[in-house]
């Protein structure tokens, strides 16, 4: 399970990274070498996979992928919303930690009334919950 767990990590850390690139417009390395706050939460953002692999490997060994769905949702907004700071509408970017988080937040709130970001991300998730959970089940076996 152990390599399970790192590919799982990988894969939740690769779409995380297309996210980021997604929502920052393409411009992330540009915006990062101005904001160190990029590479903070960057870096938190590789952790947090590592983490939520573990998790839902556990949760999926159990049977239940709808947690592992909603978990790697959350892991998703969460970097939609902290990467789309400054990309959106024109609006500055936040330069300290408080008000970068402060702005995910807001922007992930206003997020969830459009159709398109969140029929995406859970789309995904549940994809990757059902496709982790077939690889869970035939190790079982």
Do not use: C
Request: aromatic share 18%; proline share 1%; hydrophobic share 55%.
């Amino acid at each position: 399970m152990r390599w399970l767990i790192i590919k799982n990590a990988l894969i939740t850390l690769t779409i995380g990274f297309v996210i980021v690139w997604l929502s920052s417009r393409g411009e992330y390395l540009a915006t990062a070498s101005v904001y160190p706050t990029d590479f903070v939460f960057l870096w938190l953002g590789v952790v947090l996979a590592g983490f939520a692999s573990i998790y839902t490997i556990d949760d999926l060994q159990r049977g239940s992928w709808h947690k592992s769905a909603v978990i790697y949702a959350f892991y998703y907004y969460g970097a939609f919303g902290l990467f789309a700071d400054g990309h959106v509408a024109g609006w500055d970017h936040s330069s300290g930690y408080i008000e970068k988080l402060f702005m995910s937040g807001f922007i992930i709130f206003v997020s969830l009334f459009s159709i398109v970001v969140p029929l995406i991300v859970f789309t995904i998730s549940v994809i990757q919950a059902r496709i982790i959970s077939i690889a869970v089940e035939n190790r079982q076996l």
